[in-house]
C-alpha cells in the first residue's frame, strides 16, 4: 500500500526509545518511518537536537498512534492487542 501523507507523531530521544515505540506501533500494524540527523547518528548522540529521532507514520493512522503513545506514556499498554478472554 502507498501512503502519501506521512507525519510525525512523536519526537524522542535516541534510538532505544524510537525503536520501543517503532515496535509497539507495529504490532499494531501502523507503518512507521524513523527520521534522524545524520550527524548525530554517525557519532552516537542520544541527547540534545542531534540525539532527536522522528516518529513517522501515514496520516490515516494518526489518531491511533496518538492513542497507542497515551497509552505507552501512562504505562497501560497490557489493554493492546487482541483479548483472547
Do not use: C, H
Not at 22 to 30: F, M, N, S
Not at 35 to 61: D, H, Y
Amino acid at each position: 500500500m502507498n501512503y502519501d501523507d506521512w507525519v510525525t507523531l512523536e519526537t524522542v530521544q535516541g534510538d532505544l526509545e524510537a525503536e520501543l515505540i517503532k515496535g509497539l506501533l507495529e504490532a499494531q500494524d501502523i507503518p512507521v518511518l524513523l527520521s534522524r540527523e545524520g550527524a548525530g547518528r554517525a557519532f552516537g548522540f542520544t541527547v540534545g537536537l542531534l540525539g532527536e529521532v522522528e516518529i513517522l507514520i501515514p496520516k490515516i493512522f494518526e489518531k491511533q498512534g496518538n492513542s497507542i503513545i497515551e497509552q505507552y506514556k501512562r504505562g497501560s499498554l497490557e489493554q493492546l492487542g487482541n483479548d483472547e478472554t
